[in-house]
């Protein structure tokens, strides 16, 4: 995606938040019950591009590269907010680490905590003039911290942005590590590990070649180059334990990692459509020691 693809808007914008919101919509479109996951307003969030980057989905709706991102997609954003739904009781505070065209601040989600998104200056522009056109409201409790997660001071830019430091925090951190170097991965974590205890955190993560299996490694092989070419390459690819080190080098202690076939209910595999679990990535959910009621920080 160029800037020629919103006018008037001079900064580059990510084109993964546009392919991640498309396979969203497209879930509820093209794939069969049971729903993985259902982001009603994500097809509204495509603007004039939604024809275009759901026809591919409904065109092609088997080839395993955009099943598989179907699956991705559908799957990190339900382990994340099945996870928000049942965070430590009083954590009302919700950061989105880049947010893209991520919905749930303007779902309910919007109205039970105060929502920061998080993400390069450039891409929250589109994602507000999106917004205005399908008649979606920013809601007072969605607060937009530009941020270049390379150049740290994460905690930092939060706090100036109203997010208070001494009650605990859900963070939110998907689609993103893979583009990033393991020392700014590092840094984010580690920025994010002085929050108070009882935080949480939900990252997902590329598994390394030898970690994936057929479906997994025939996807990345056709992505990848293509991210390249787009501007947006893919850096660094992680194993569930070396997720588990950093996030203990940053303060947290893991509570479940989990690849996409266990993220969500089995029953949900049992499908008539192209989806399938593909060994290809995998979530870790985590949680900063002590907090009310969390003195050992599991669950």
Known sequence: MTTAD?????????????????????????????????????????????????????????????????????????FTEERLARANSGIDQYVILGAGLDSSAYRDVGARFRVFEVDHAATQAVKRELLAAAGIAEPPSVTFVPVDFEAGALRERLVQSGLDPFRPVFVSWLGVTVYLTRAAILATLTDLGGFAPGSEIVTDHLLPPELRDEAGNGYAEAVAPVAAEQGEPWRTFLSPAAVADLLRQAGFEPVEQAGQRDSVAPGLWNRTDALRPAALSALAHARIPGGPGNPGGRS
């Open 6 to 78: 919103f006018p008037g808007i001079a900064p580059r914008a990510s084109r993964t938040a546009f392919t991640a919101a498309a396979a969203r919509a497209a879930h509820l479109l093209v794939d069969a019950e049971p729903v993985i996951f259902a982001d009603p307003l994500a097809a509204r969030l495509l603007g004039d591009r939604a024809d275009e980057l759901l026809a591919y989905h409904r065109l092609h709706g088997t080839h395993p590269v955009l099943a598989g991102a179907r699956a991705q997609a559908v799957c990190r954003s339900a």
